[in-house]
């Protein structure tokens, strides 16, 4: 439904864009009432309702400067597309060698960290990158999902192009509100529904965009021995700076060196010492 409801949000503008039939309807009263920028809102949307190519022609100049980004935006797209293709043939090679590699890669860790970690640490790189594809990547999924049918049913315009922005915003950890929350304006301010109708629309779209807080802190830390913040800001972490492959190792990494640290602490040699000291202490 969302994917058909994709097609239908770009194939209508660019159809009656070739047959010259694009027609915006005008604004409705109550956006010039909008504070700060209801006016020029109001203006810019008449001037589109009375005379499109006028406005088109007066924006020309700004418009050749977004074209250039778009086209740079699509062809960067065409490469990460590309990226995708080939880790799928990757990821398709190593699951194909993956029973052989686990022991390769469990005696790597032995040899950096010793015999007695090396198969705890091995198991908690799979379990954290099991745990980011599941607690963010499946999250954002989910939530796009949901949101996209709770948008269909509340009848807001382009609600599969809306799903996909849910969808890329999960993914850089960016909250859903930032669409539900304008999508909510819309259904009040169109005036289409009865206020019963309107506040369900409302409830289902703060629900559905307030998902994620929930779904994270179940799946996010589940079946990892290291706590889920710090999970979290690994992958965030990882993701500002090598994009969704940094996401995976930003965790691992940050997930690996919290357990070092921990383990580091609790073999201090001076600690026994330092509570032997403390309890003589009262009776000297």
């Known amino acids: 439904m969302l994917m058909s409801s994709l097609g239908d949000s770009v194939d209508d503008p660019i159809y009656s864009v070739q047959n ?41 100049p700004k418009i050749g400067e977004l074209a250039k980004t778009a086209l740079g935006a699509v062809a ?23 029973n052989s590699g686990s022991p390769t890669s469990q005696a790597i860790f032995e040899r950096l960290v010793g015999t007695t970690r090396g198969s705890e640490f091995s198991k908690l790189s799979t379990s954290t990158i099991r745990a980011v594809a599941q607690g963010v990547i499946a999250v954002a999924f ?15 315009p382009w609600a599969g192009a809306l799903a996909v922005i849910v969808l890329v915003l999960g993914i ?29 629309c409302t409830v289902v779209l703060l629900v559905s ?10 799946m996010l830390g589940r079946g990892v021995d290291a706590p889920m913040p710090i999970i979290l800001l690994g992958a ?7 994009g969704i492959l940094g996401m ?37």
């Open 142 to 156: 989910i939530q796009a999902i949901i949101v996209g049918l709770a948008l269909l049913i509340a009848g807001v």
């Open 172 to 200: 850089a950890q960016v909250p859903a509100l930032i669409v539900t929350l304008p999508a909510i304006a819309y259904v009040w301010s169109s005036g289409d529904s009865s206020s019963a109708a309107a506040i369900a």
């Open 209 to 218: 965009g307030m998902a994620d807080n929930v779904l994270k802190p179940l």
């Open 20 to 60: 010259n039939s694009l027609q915006i309807s005008p604004p409705r009263p109550g956006v010039e009432g909008w504070p700060i920028v209801g006016k020029q809102i109001y203006d810019v949307w008449w001037k589109a309702h009375a005379d499109l190519p006028a406005l088109v022609q007066s924006v020309q």
């Open 76 to 98: 960067s797209i065409g490469g990460a597309l590309l990226q995708f293709i080939a880790s799928f043939i990757i990821a398709g090679i190593i699951m194909a060698f993956g």
């Open 236 to 242: 965030l972490g990882g993701m500002a700076t090598a």
């Open 248 to 284: 995976f190792v930003g965790a691992t990494l940050l997930t690996l060196g919290y357990e070092i640290f921990i383990g580091w602490v609790a073999v201090n040699p001076n600690a026994g010492q330092a509570q032997a000291e403390s309890e003589e202490q009262p009776g000297s």
